[in-house]
């Protein structure tokens, strides 16, 4: 059985050119459970596993198709077709398709880039977080981008392999459809920057690359940027705090804005190479306590070797409101372990022109406040599967955060944002300033 943490993209004006990144866990039916149908297969894991059951409405599920029958789940929960089901375990192990963006279209703009998937073509071919693109060109054909159905429709008109142009004010990028294997994270330095990029046997492996270096960096620190609880993020995590300890930095600057979780394994292999470096032989990384009152522990994972972090490193964390679930647990973990003080996260306080475009679906100066978590049950009679809410969870210290979140109430930094995502990152620089400051 595999566990998630994780939270849906909040906007509904948000777009992604690649397949959806909220998923759940994988709780496989056993052989002793006999359903005469997918109906009845899904009615009975709902009424013994959803930690809501009490609440949902039964009313008529005769009549129902099944995912009306989903629909009737909370928000986190949801019923897959067998090929659905397929297609999100592909992508959440980092197998995918596309050019790799997750955009924002602002009226009158053209297409923000909110998140740039790492080891995409889209990254391959230098388009950053903050760009605005305006347009597209194939050939001598051009396509202005006025609405987001514009922006996909070009993108997905062009056959895989096929180049094609996305521009900025400023730049042209030359890009193409592929199938990529997806990297989570990076990290630079003042002087340089490591990224994860494919190798010839299909997995990935970390390259320098300076070009990506952050000047205004502090000399002790290094900055890491966590995407996702998915795919290969935990070795990679891994990877970069060896190089992290080779180059003897002392602070950690962790960004996990616009996190909205993952896998729950992955968060304890991540949780892990802080834990593991304590004397104290503790290392719950989370409680779940489920409907019927049943409490289990879930522990970080022991990691041995230089990649440990050391318990007198200094871990700053960078959040926001799409801050959310396995990225909430993991603050948890560095929290109760006293890696992490609240006054060392800061979060992110929207800018009213960002506020105005969200239209009320955006809260600010908060993280999301998802604790609890998903298990996705799989009939494999028809490959069916459906995730549902299962557990609340707490941190190691039993503070619960579900539909709480992080905020000043807490003791966290508040720092001021243009947007979810700026060109030059202001907000890193303005938390590097309070850090250098203190």
């Known amino acids: ?134 347009s597209g060109k194939r050939g001598e054909q051009v396509t202005k981008f006025e609405t987001a159905n514009n922006f996909s ?97 002392k602070s950690l600057i962790l960004d996990l804005r616009n996190n909205g979780g993952g896998y729950v394994s992955v968060m304890q292999d991540i949780a892990g190479y802080f834990t593991s470096s304590l004397s104290s032989k503790s290392s719950v990384a989370m409680t779940c306590e489920y409907r019927n009152g049943r409490k289990q522990l879930w522990h970080a994972i022991k990691h041995t070797g230089n990649s440990l972090i050391p318990t007198d490193t200094k871990v700053y964390v960078l959040a926001n409101s799409g801050t959310a679930s396995a990225s909430e647990a993991l603050i948890g973990v560095l929290v109760s372990y006293d890696f992490l003080k609240y006054e060392n996260i800061f979060i992110s306080d929207y800018s009213d022109e960002y506020l105005e475009w969200a239209g009320g679906e955006e809260k600010t100066a908060q993280t999301y406040g998802k604790g609890i978590m998903q298990s996705t049950f799989r009939y494999y009679s028809t490959g069916e599967a459906v995730k549902l809410t299962t557990a609340k969870i707490k941190w190691p210290n039993d503070k619960c955060i579900h539909d709480v979140a992080l905020s000043k109430a807490d003791g966290c930094t508040i720092v001021p944002a243009a947007w979810t995502a700026t060109k030059n990152d202001e907000e890193l620089q303005t938390v590097i300033d309070i850090i250098n400051a203190r």
């Open 1 to 134: 059985m595999v566990k998630t943490c994780n939270s849906r993209l909040k906007l509904i004006r948000f777009f992604a050119l690649v397949a959806a990144v909220v998923f759940a866990a994988i709780a496989l039916v056993s052989g002793c459970t006999y359903y005469k149908d997918s109906k009845s297969w899904l009615l009975g894991t709902i009424e013994k596993n959803y930690y809501f059951y009490d609440d949902f409405d039964t009313s008529g599920v005769e009549d129902l198709s099944l995912k009306e029958i989903g629909a009737r789940l909370d928000k986190y929960s949801e019923y897959y077709t067998a090929e659905e089901f397929e297609a999100e375990m592909s992508d959440n192990e980092g197998h995918k398709s596309g050019i790799g963006l997750y955009t924002n279209f602002i009226d009158g703009k053209g297409i923000y880039v909110v998140q740039v998937v790492g080891n995409s073509p889209a990254d391959m071919a230098g388009i950053t977080a903050g760009d605005l693109l305006i």
């Open 153 to 249: 429709d070009f993108v997905l008109s062009n056959a895989t392999g096929e180049k094609f142009v996305l521009s900025t004010a400023e730049k042209d990028f030359t890009v193409s459809r592929e199938e990529y294997t997806s990297s989570y994270t990076y990290m630079a330095t003042n002087k340089t920057a490591w990224e994860f990029t494919s190798t010839a046997d299909g997995g990935l492996a970390p390259k320098e690359n300076p070009s990506k270096a952050r000047s205004y960096l502090p000399d002790d620190a290094a900055y890491i940027n966590l995407s996702q609880f998915f795919g290969t993020a935990g070795g990679e995590m891994g990877a970069l705090f060896e190089k992290f300890n080779a180059a003897n930095k």
